[in-house]
T-cell receptor, first 112, second 111 residues
Framework: EAQVTQNPRYLITVTGKKLTVTCSQNMNHEYMSWYRQDPGLGLRQIYY???????DKGDVPEGYKVSRKEKRNFPLILESPSPNQTSLYFCASKYTTNEKLFFGSGTQLSVL | SQKIEQNSEALNIQEGKTATLTCNYTNYSPAYLQWYRQDPGRGPVFLLLIRENEKEKRKERLKVTFDTTLKQSLFHITASQPADSATYLCALSNSGYALNFGKGTSLLVTP
């Protein structure tokens, strides 16, 4: 089944403790992206990648890192999480320009 | 600055009626516009894509229009059903890669 898989689904952590949210897609998509969604602010793009070893900042990249060493994986790294990074995070992927995005199920992160 | 605006107020309609949602944008020159559906706590799901040279597109009970002069898209659900209740997101891109989303409009269809 074609899908974007994120893990974990829920994560509670404390300020400053490094964490990684994994994202994997099995559709051979070149493009992958991370979004965060907050009430009243909608979906905001954090980082995106157009292919292996090619990443670029979205609208809200501060406090986040990403890597794209393999085509299928695009992990989101929070080196020193802070409470303002408490949010619902979505990974998404697609083939090329002008194509629909496939979203993962989301990761609800709480930073205490 | 670039903006994608959708009605922030929830839209409540009766089953069987047509729901119409609006997406307005500024400072974009999009080659296409997309609509997604999102259920609470879940990832958005793609519904329709319409290109700048298409005025209208249909898929089953869904219809999307795209007016690049008005910088507006309208999304219609005909013969609405309670199962259509969800948040609907408009999305577009200048580059064709990074896709930006509106905040969405919540639709509630009551029996």
């Amino acid at each position: 089944e074609a899908q974007v898989t994120q893990n974990p689904r829920y994560l509670i952590t404390v300020t400053g403790k490094k964490l990684t949210v994994t994202c994997s897609q099995n559709m051979n998509h070149e493009y992958m992206s991370w979004y965060r969604q907050d009430p009243g602010l909608g979906l905001r793009q954090i980082y995106y990648s157009m292919n292996v070893e090619v990443t670029d900042k979205g609208d809200v990249p501060e406090g986040y890192k990403v890597s794209r060493k393999e085509k299928r994986n695009f992990p989101l790294i929070l080196e020193s999480p802070s409470p303002n990074q408490t949010s619902l995070y979505f990974c998404a992927s697609k083939y090329t320009t002008n194509e629909k995005l496939f979203f993962g199920s989301g990761t609800q992160l709480s930073v205490l | 600055s670039q903006k994608i605006e959708q009605n922030s107020e929830a839209l409540n309609i009766q089953e069987g009626k047509t729901a119409t949602l609006t997406c307005n944008y500024t400072n974009y020159s999009p080659a296409y516009l997309q609509w997604y559906r999102q259920d609470p706590g879940r990832g958005p799901v793609f519904l329709l894509l319409i290109r700048e040279n298409e005025k209208e597109k249909r898929k089953e009970r869904l219809k999307v229009t795209f007016d690049t002069t008005l910088k507006q898209s309208l999304f219609h659900i005909t013969a609405s059903q309670p199962a259509d209740s969800a948040t609907y997101l408009c999305a577009l891109s200048n580059s064709g890669y990074a896709l930006n989303f509106g905040k969405g409009t919540s639709l509630l269809v009551t029996p």
